[in-house]
């Protein structure tokens, strides 16, 4: 079935550093790839997406990659800063008759002062 | 603030009992997901609304049940409720209309109810 894997589970990072956070979908018809951030008590806030006719999109400090032959894509985080600090979720959706989202297992990142 | 609304924001219930989720898409979007979170699970989706009728179907047991009214909003009823089913329950909205090969759209997500089954 459907799978979406995230890793790694928890990322600790000093301020200012990168941030690297990677996930392999098995769905090969899955053609997008959203990125949500998740602070404590809130619902997923999309921050960057991308669609599988592309292999890079950068926004401000954020970027992904998506490798389709590999069926991975990643989140870059750089100049991390303490308000990053939060649990990122990766997702893969195909459309067949929906957009479900598939969900990754979240990272939880931490950005140290 | 994502513009998707989530009614009640906690709910506590015991074993056994029914219990409503409302959800209030953003203006004009078409579509309501509901998904559930939980610690061991994660983010699973459970149901696609589009327009009022129900497109697609994840991980919902039959002891829950959607719809999605005339005014777009969206109400999950969960019912004979167990400890398992503790968790947050999210809604999400997308305007666009499935193509069945077209665009996807982002998915706002409200800010959740959290049910606490005792």
């Known amino acids: 079935g459907e799978n979406v894997e995230q890793h790694p589970s928890t990322l600790s990072v000093q301020e200012g550093d990168s941030a690297v956070i990677k996930c392999t979908y098995s769905?090969?018809?899955?053609?997008?790839f959203p990125w949500y951030k998740q602070e404590l008590g809130k619902g997923p806030q999309l921050i960057i997406d991308i669609r599988s006719n592309v292999g890079e999109k950068k926004d401000q400090r954020i970027a992904v990659t998506l490798n389709k032959t590999a069926k991975h894509f990643s989140l870059h985080i750089t100049e991390t800063q303490p308000e990053d600090s939060a649990v990122y979720f990766c997702?893969?959706?195909?459309?067949?008759?929906?957009?479900?989202?598939?969900f990754g297992t979240g990272t939880r990142l931490q950005v140290f002062p | 603030d994502s513009g998707v609304t989530q009614t009640p924001k906690h709910l506590i219930t015991a074993t056994g009992q029914r219990v409503t989720l409302r959800c209030s898409p953003r203006s004009g979007d078409l579509s309501v997901y509901w998904y559930q979170q939980s610690l061991d699970q994660g983010l699973q989706f459970l149901i696609h609304?589009?327009?009022?009728?129900?497109?697609a179907k994840g991980n919902i047991l039959e002891r829950f049940s959607a719809q999605q009214f005339p005014d777009l909003h969206s109400e999950l009823n969960l019912s004979s409720l167990e400890l398992g089913d503790s968790a947050l329950y999210f809604c999400a909205s997308s305007p666009l209309p499935l193509s069945g090969g077209g665009v996807h759209d982002t998915q706002y997500f409200g800010p959740g109810t959290r049910l606490t089954v005792l």
């Open positions: 609304y589009y327009n009022g009728e129900e497109r």
């Open positions: 769905d090969s018809a899955s053609n997008y």
């Open positions: 997702a893969a959706s195909s459309h067949y008759n929906t957009d479900k989202l598939i």
